[in-house]
């Protein structure tokens, strides 16, 4: 799309958000590896200090794979 619209990946990235936003959609926001380890981090806390059972932190820790 860069190429056919002579733009740059961010341009285009921004312009298809805003038509998404605009259409009701809510782009999806990808994680950096940093705060995905900082998630199942505070999922196997929760787990160790028993505020979660494990089949439950095995299904938030298949979510944040995704």
Same mark, same amino acid.
């Given at each position: 799309?860069? &190429? #056919?619209?002579? #733009?740059?990946y961010p341009? #285009?990235? %921004?312009? *298809?958000?805003?038509?998404?936003?605009? *259409?009701?959609?809510?782009? =999806?926001? =990808?994680?950096? &590896?940093?705060?995905?380890? %900082?998630?199942?981090?505070?999922?196997?806390?929760?787990?160790?200090?028993?505020? =979660?059972?494990?089949?439950? %932190?095995?299904?938030?820790? &298949?979510l944040v794979?995704?």
């Amino acid at each position: 799309m860069e &190429k #056919v619209l002579n #733009v740059s990946y961010p341009t #285009v990235r %921004a312009r *298809l958000d805003a038509l998404l936003s605009s *259409l009701g959609y809510t782009p =999806i926001k =990808i994680e950096s &590896k940093e705060e995905l380890a %900082a998630r199942r981090s505070d999922i196997l806390s929760r787990l160790e200090a028993g505020e =979660i059972s494990a089949d439950e %932190a095995e299904t938030a820790l &298949k979510l944040v794979g995704r």
